[in-house]
Nanobody
Framework: EVQLVESGGGLVQPGGSLRLSCAASGFTFKLVDMNWVRQAPGQEIKWISRINSDGDRRYYANSVRGRFTISRDNAKSTLYLQMDSLKTEDTGVYYC????????RGQGTQVTVSS
C-alpha cells in the first residue's frame, strides 16, 4: 500500500521559510518521479513542483520558481520542499504526490503565511 506522510507545515510570517518533508513507503521510491501540489483555501489542487527519480531534474510552477526548492533522499525514501521568501498567497495545504494531479497524495500539511 502506497503511503505518503507529509510534515513540517506551520504558521510563518511573510518572507519566512519552511521545510516540508514527505516520508514515502509501500513502493520503490527511488524509481518514481515525485511532485508537490497544494490546495489554497476554496481552490482546486494545483501542481507546484516535480523532481525526477534520480533527483537531477527539477521543475517548478511560475508562482514558486526561484523561491522553492524540491529535493529528495532516495536512501531515506523522503521528499523535501524548501520554501523561502514565503508570501501570503502560499497559504494552503501541501501534499506530496506520485502524480502531478495529486490523485495519489498524502494527508497533507497546513502552511499558513500571515503576519
Amino acid at each position: 500500500e502506497v503511503q505518503l506522510v507529509e510534515s513540517g507545515g506551520g504558521l510563518v510570517q511573510p518572507g519566512g521559510s519552511l521545510r516540508l518533508s514527505c516520508a514515502a513507503s509501500g513502493f520503490t521510491f527511488k524509481l518514481v518521479d515525485m511532485n508537490w501540489v497544494r490546495q489554497a483555501p476554496g481552490q482546486e489542487i494545483k501542481w507546484i513542483s516535480r523532481i525526477n527519480s534520480d533527483g537531477d531534474r527539477r521543475y517548478y510552477a511560475n508562482s514558486v520558481r526561484g523561491r522553492f526548492t524540491i529535493s529528495r533522499d532516495n536512501a531515506k525514501s523522503t521528499l523535501y520542499l524548501q520554501m523561502d521568501s514565503l508570501k501570503t498567497e502560499d497559504t494552503g495545504v501541501y501534499y506530496c504526490a506520485t502524480d502531478p494531479t495529486g490523485r495519489n497524495r498524502g494527508q497533507g500539511t497546513q502552511v499558513t503565511v500571515s503576519s
